[in-house]
């Protein structure tokens, strides 16, 4: 039985009880609101921001339901009807991030299907083994400008700017470019003058499309240009907007989260002779628990329909609770190393594509950093870690850590142009048709290969400042007492 006076079931008509997904209180502690909503069922009445209403799904089944059920919940957002009747205003804050773009990923059917291919085909193209190189070097040179002083924000100084340097890396985007495409998309996320955010990342993506159109080189920004489905400038703005908002602020979040726990949970301190990789675990612990983007997946009910014991009205969104679904006590399961079931990736038709590179780039960005730096420990309390306010990510706003300073000994100048990506054969099913220039623009014929990139101490990207960085050196840092178990934990990376 419902709970009493409950709005979810009164047609989607009440709003005494619509929880906010908003403000420090939800920040500091989600899991204990989505507790509280799981007394409506699977679905609840939530408050996205100020006057933007939708529903929550909070249920491991029903959420996979909504995400694998396209006939039934429509990702296109023109179907947002509060917005299209002007219920909620086009500058609220959450509107960068919900309404309608020409992507893959607000679209369903066969417009989803042509938009998606060019995305997948040009991710599948990138070489791992170049794009963990991209990774190490970025790490390396980030680690060197910290590693000497003892302390660090680890959000700030390292996972906020990795994913920058290696989106620069594979999407062939000059430095300059690629700051402010980040500052418009941190502006999205966060709600801080979406509008203009908005604006800025739109504008700057025309940018980058006009200098590939004229320069195309081994990057996936050119490799998209020349894909067969010819896609319009308008469709790449919007294609290059959802990867670089998947690639870089949940990116980030994914890392410092891991490193949050880490640094903070014994369990993940790693008995290795037992052979358990605890990054890995990490990782997996991360996605269950607290997966980078806690609420998103926004689907629109095709028509009026019961779902759960509540009446979803057509038009109204449905926001899958990635964290909430991973966190159903139906699973009631707490062996998740290695269990890659959870939600964190979104389901069915709109699966993340760059799943596996995403995985990838947190790994080794988070075994440098044990790697070389194996005494670090949080400077605060875990418990005083501060969360971004927000209704989607899952982000602190900072990490400070400390650690005995590492010197660095020898240094090389930092080379001033940034490598192509490496590329491996397209995919069997891409059939451009012969001699056909805008996809061969960019063949994997002329991409370098991985011995042909920088030494893993070279920085990957002209916007890191000349300056020194490391080679060769005395490892880890100097313990202090008892050592913290990355010791051994960096000697065993070393030998893998």
């Given at each position: ?241 959802v990867l670089m908002g998947a690639g870089t602020e949940p990116q980030q979040n ?76 139906a699973l009631a399961s707490d062996h998740r190393a290695g269990n890659r079931a ?155």
């Amino acid at each position: 039985m419902p709970p009493p006076g409950c709005p979810a079931h009164t047609g989607g008509t009440g709003h005494a009880a619509r929880e906010p997904l908003y403000g420090p209180e939800f920040a500091a502690d989600p899991h204990a609101v989505y507790a509280r909503l799981r007394q409506y069922g699977p679905t609840a009445p939530v408050e996205l921001a100020p006057g933007v209403h939708a529903t929550l799904v909070t249920s491991y089944q029903a959420a996979l339901e909504v995400l694998r059920s396209p006939e039934k919940f429509a990702k296109d957002a023109r179907r947002w009807k509060a917005l299209a009747d002007g219920r909620v205003a086009p500058d609220n804050p959450v509107v960068p991030m919900m309404h309608y773009r020409p992507n893959c990923l607000f679209n369903d059917g066969e417009t989803h299907a042509r938009l998606r291919q060019p995305v997948t085909d040009s991710l599948d193209r990138v070489d791992p083994s170049a794009l963990r190189g991209y990774v190490e070097r970025s790490a390396d040179t980030l680690i060197d400008r910290f590693a000497p002083n003892g302390e660090a924000d680890l959000l700030g100084d390292y996972a906020k700017v990795l994913p920058l340097q290696v989106f620069q890396q594979l999407f062939g985007c000059p430095p300059a470019l690629g700051e402010r495409l980040v500052k418009g998309m941190s502006g999205i996320f966060d709600g801080i003058d979406a509008e203009r955010a908005n604006a800025l990342l739109t504008e700057t993506c025309v940018e980058l499309i006009s200098l590939k159109r004229r320069q195309p080189g081994a990057d996936i920004t050119s490799w998209m240009l020349a894909h067969p489905v010819r896609l319009t400038d308008e469709e790449m703005i919007h294609q290059l907007i959802v990867l670089m908002g998947a690639g870089t602020e949940p990116q980030q979040n994914l890392i410092t989260n891991a490193l949050r726990l880490l640094l903070s949970d014994d369990r993940f301190a790693g008995d290795l002779s037992g052979g358990s990789l605890p990054v890995e675990d990490a990782l997996d612990e991360v996605l269950w628990l607290d997966p980078p983007m806690a609420n998103y997946a926004i689907h629109y009910p095709v028509h009026d329909l019961d779902f759960g014991g509540v009446r979803l009205l057509e038009g109204e969104p449905v926001v899958i609770s990635l964290a909430a679904a991973n966190n159903d006590p139906a699973l009631a399961s707490d062996h998740r190393a290695g269990n890659r079931a959870h939600l964190a990736w979104s389901a069915g038709p709109h699966t993340c594509p760059g799943k596996d590179a995403a995985r990838l780039i947190a790994a080794v960005a988070v075994e440098k950093l044990l790697d070389r730096i194996p005494d670090i420990e949080l400077a605060v309390p875990a418990d005083q870690l501060v969360w971004r306010p927000g209704p989607f990510a899952r982000a602190l706003a900072a990490l400070p850590v400390r650690f005995p300073p590492v010197p660095l000994t020898v240094t090389t100048p930092l080379p001033t142009q940034a490598p192509a990506p490496e590329a491996v054969p397209a995919r069997d099913h891409i059939d451009p048709t012969p001699g056909d220039s805008r996809w061969n623009a960019s063949p994997a014929s002329q991409a370098p290969s991985v011995s042909q990139l920088p030494s893993p101490r070279q920085a990957p990207s002209s916007s890191i400042p000349q300056g020194a960085t490391s080679t060769p050196r005395e490892p880890g840092s100097a313990p202090r007492g008892r050592r913290r178990p990355w010791s051994s934990l960096a000697a065993w990376w070393r030998g893998r």
